[in-house]
């Protein structure tokens, strides 16, 4: 038994700087478990198309119930294989992405195509698919609803991702992310605090001398 979910998904950018922002989209505030990214091969075909294969390396934690099936080095890294494809002609960028790692315990395969958007041509939609699959016995079902969440969660962080990326390429101000007004929020507060500590420190000092 195969999970299947499919998406659509609207980038206000042109064809051309979504294609020029997937290369450039690592790092972003919300790609803190993408390690590593290397290009294994990239060639231009006859028909000018531009085919890439990158290997990438993210963190991966699996849930409690389901590292006691893992080594203890792979319940906390993947390697996924991303295939690609940009047609300059038709203006599409199709892509494909799979797990190497734990790929018997579950399977995730993605497809996404980027195309211009035909109702505004300055804007790109993206049309997701995703396939999970996992073939351990008495967990399968488990194991493909937990990778479907999980999917369901990468999905909004990567547009996220996206967009960010695209508004620093356009010289906008990216959207602020929750945790940086977070930390930003939790500095002040230290920073008050240590004041505050400090105004006590001297009242007390100076009831000593009166």
Known sequence: ???YFNCAG????SWDQVCIAFWERYPNPYSNHVLTEDIVFREVTPANCLLSRRLLTKTSRAPRWMERYLPAHMSSKAYIIEDSIVDPRTRTMTTLTWNLTH???MSVEERCVY???PENTSWTEIKREAWISS???GLSRAIQEFGLARFKTSVTKTMKG???VLAKMQGEAPSRTLAETATERARETALAAKEKAKDLASQAQKKQYV
């Open 1 to 3: 038994m195969v999970k």
């Open 10 to 13: 609207l980038l206000k950018s």
């Open 103 to 105: 790929a018997r315990m």
């Open 115 to 117: 195309k211009v958007n």
């Open 135 to 137: 073939n351990l016995y």
């Open 162 to 164: 996206f967009e960010f």
